[in-house]
């Protein structure tokens, strides 16, 4: 048989491990091992405390603590999920912009989906051709739609081009 590439996973944790005999213990370690369970070859899952990024690819500057990920790219903070196809996101600030992408925010129990969507500060995004709801579900019992959104996460906003739908009818 023809040997194929070889799809690796790698997953990276930063934190205090203990060295004792060669090996390396502690928190980290373990944590880190279970991110890299997590993981499937070909994926690089990136980690902080509660929060963790896996994409196809990433990269990461340390020093500007600054994260790029393209392909099949999920953030997790908390309970709090994004999805998309790239992000660009600054770990000192929280701020970035994720592309095609879907948030879910736990708090409130929403969902904000948007050709982009960028993260402006604490609790703010700014949403185009955007589609929030709070409904589960392909087809959600209501949802708002605009070409421009501008949302804080308690619930507060300004939309261009706005419709409001009852399932499938605007």
Request: hydrophobic letters at 35%.
């Amino acid at each position: 048989p023809t040997p194929g590439p070889v799809r690796v996973r790698m997953a990276l944790h930063s934190g205090q491990a203990e060295e004792r005999g060669g090996d390396y213990f502690g928190p980290p370690v373990n944590r880190v091992a279970r991110i890299l369970s997590a993981g499937h070859g070909g994926q690089i899952l990136l980690s902080q405390a509660v929060e963790r990024l896996t994409a196809d690819r990433i990269r990461f500057n340390r020093t500007a603590m600054h994260a790029h990920a393209e392909g099949h790219v999920q953030l997790t903070v908390g309970e709090d999920r994004l999805n998309g196809d790239r992000l660009d996101f600054n770990l000192k600030n929280r701020t970035g912009t994720v592309y095609n992408g879907l948030v879910f925010i736990e708090k409130n129990h929403f969902y904000i989906k948007g050709k982009t969507i960028r993260k402006t500060g604490e609790a703010s995004y700014e949403i185009k051709d955007a589609d929030l709801t709070s409904c589960d579900g392909p087809t959600p019992a209501w949802r708002i739609t605009g070409r421009d959104i501008d949302v804080s996460i308690e619930g507060y906003g300004t939309i261009k081009d706005a419709a409001f739908w009852v399932k499938k009818f605007p």
